[in-house]
């Protein structure tokens, strides 16, 4: 049997569901190749998901769109490519406690935004407190990454970048009241997180492996959005005891779900929003214009059966 390695972004959570359930009912298998997932708490997030791509410690990552664009503009190019979108639509907001009556971007300026230090995220949340009327002042830190979110349950933050299918699901169910503003509420078109990539040159390569991985994937995903307490069962084998504790899986999964899409849209990207978000980075001169032409994503993999 081969052996395919994919890299988490983060701990296993509600996003991951349709690999750890591809991988427990045998759908990987059944392909005849075994799947390895990596999962950042190894090594405490030393090595993003992008760096281990680029290093070829796996064959595949997950993490926010970004981080694709980001691999093929840096100094040392990786040909990174978006194969599989997980989400179609952006379940994630910048959040901050109801009690800090911070109810509004523009009240960030001079306020402390807790960062993951991806290359756009200070300046995209900068630019949402400009368009809100702000000066987009904040003051960024980077904590580690995995205690992040808990940076602003602890008043050592003011705001920081949640998914509300995970972190927001977790806040509800501790009775934290949230105020939640979205990109697209302030002017931001934003592309897809998190997508699962790979290198180009081994998405032609390996063909025949990479597309039934991705198949394989897709059939995890539309089991977990139709079979729901199956799918939390094998989902709960996997999260850390904090996130056990923590989150109410079900609801979680139960709020993700319509999100995961259907039979023939399910992983797709659609091209004009991926535009919208390059034409958006390039206007606002945090990527050269050369982005609206890069090939960085294919609907080749997630498109077609075996």
């Not at 950042?40 to 970004?66: H, M, Q, R, V, W």
């Not at 830190?141 to 927001?168: H, R, S």
């Not at 039934?212 to 709960?236: D, R, W």
């Amino acid at each position: 049997m081969n052996t395919i390695k994919i890299a988490l972004d983060w701990t296993p959570n509600v996003n991951h569901i349709g690999l750890f359930v591809a991988n427990e009912l045998g759908f990987y298998g059944h392909e005849n190749f075994q799947v390895e997932i990596l999962n950042p708490i190894e090594d405490n997030y030393n090595l993003t998901p992008g760096k281990k791509l680029e290093l070829d410690l796996c064959d595949f990552s997950i993490a926010p769109f970004e981080t694709v664009i980001s691999l093929n503009n840096k100094a040392n190019v990786v040909d990174a490519i978006a194969v599989f979108a997980i989400l179609q639509e952006d379940l994630s907001s910048i959040i901050t406690l109801k009690s800090s009556k911070l109810d509004s971007p523009k009240l960030l300026d001079g306020k402390i935004y807790a960062s993951y230090k991806a290359r756009y995220e200070d300046h995209i949340v900068q630019e949402m407190v400009k368009n809100d009327g702000g000066k987009g002042d904040i003051q960024v830190i980077y904590p580690d990454k995995l205690g992040i979110w808990n940076t602003v349950l602890a008043g050592k933050a003011d705001a920081t970048w949640i998914f509300d299918n995970w972190e927001g699901i977790e806040a509800t169910s501790k009775n934290i009241e949230l105020n939640r503003f979205s990109l697209a509420d302030f002017g931001i078109p934003y592309g897809y997180s998190p997508v699962i990539f790979a290198k180009r040159s081994k998405v032609t390569s390996q063909k025949n492996d990479y597309l039934s991985f991705i198949q394989a994937t897709k059939k995890g995903y539309l089991y977990a959005k139709n079979n729901i307490k199956e799918a939390v069962n094998i989902l709960n084998m996997y999260l850390t005891d904090e996130d056990k504790k923590n989150i109410d899986i079900e609801k979680s999964l139960i709020a993700t779900a319509p999100f995961f899409g259907d039979e023939n849209t399910c992983g797709s990207m659609n091209p004009e929003k991926l535009q919208s978000f390059f034409k958006w980075l390039s206007d606002n001169q945090l990527e050269s214009s050369i982005i609206l032409q890069q090939m960085l994503f294919t609907n080749e993999l997630c498109n077609r059966s075996n």
